[in-house]
């Protein structure tokens, strides 16, 4: 599901399932701070890959650069992406630290709390 050429190894990839979620993602964006290498994923389940141009298209439109390169779409089983991710539901954005050989070190859930973004700064150090 992620790209081979994620900007940083290792790299904060933050996964969104609801519209509503972009508010928790920018929090994240903002809290790592600019120097941080953040990915912004939709998570869109595979029935709406035939509309990829049109939605893509959108979000191009609606979201500024430099936002708009660290953002790609994942068309995928969203039951399987949250099963990987731990997850139950798709009330929360999952938050992971990984490299590009795959390996996630953390996952965390949610909004920024001052304990999440701790690991996930610890995370990404080792």
């Known amino acids: 599901m992620l790209p081979d050429d994620l900007p940083a ?9 609801r519209r509503r979620q972009q508010r928790d993602v920018d929090a994240w964006v903002a809290e790592l701070g600019p120097d941080a290498a953040v990915g912004e994923v939709p998570v869109l389940g595979r029935k709406w890959r035939r509309a990829a141009g049109w939605i893509e298209g959108g979000m191009a439109t609606g979201t500024p650069q430099p ?47 001052p304990a999440a973004a701790g690991a996930v700064r610890a995370a990404l150090r080792t």
């Open 9 to 17: 190894d290792p790299c904060v990839v933050v996964l969104a399932f």
């Open 67 to 113: 936002a708009r390169s660290r953002v790609w779409c994942a068309y995928a089983d969203v039951s399987g992406v949250l099963a990987a991710m731990g997850q139950r539901g798709t009330r929360d954005v999952a938050v992971a630290v990984t490299t590009r050989t795959g390996a996630v070190r953390l996952v965390a859930r949610g909004a920024p709390g």
